[in-house]
């Protein structure tokens, strides 16, 4: 990997981490692709896996965002 990959991937790494996809829980990108990357296949895989989706919203906030990793990362 060359250095400017590298670079990126640690850039995208840092924001997966403090980037909330779930306000109401708090529970980042990088928590939300971990949970996707050990299988988790639908939003309510990931809200078991990761409690996303289950605050005050009940999901209507962060639902569309977490549907879009799910394809993205699938």
């Known amino acids: 990997m060359e250095e400017q990959e590298k670079q990126e991937a640690l850039r995208q790494a840092v924001l997966d981490k403090h ?3 779930c306000i109401c829980k708090v529970v980042s990108r990088a928590a939300i692709k971990k949970a996707i990357a050990d299988g988790a296949k639908s ?5 078991k896996a990761t409690g996303a989706g289950t ?3 009940k ?11 799910l394809k993205e990362y699938k």
Do not use: A, N
């Open 59 to 69: 999901g209507t906030r962060c639902k569309h965002t977490i549907e879009e990793l």
């Open 55 to 57: 605050g005050s919203c």
């Open 19 to 21: 980037t909330k996809v």
């Open 43 to 47: 939003f309510e895989d990931v809200k």
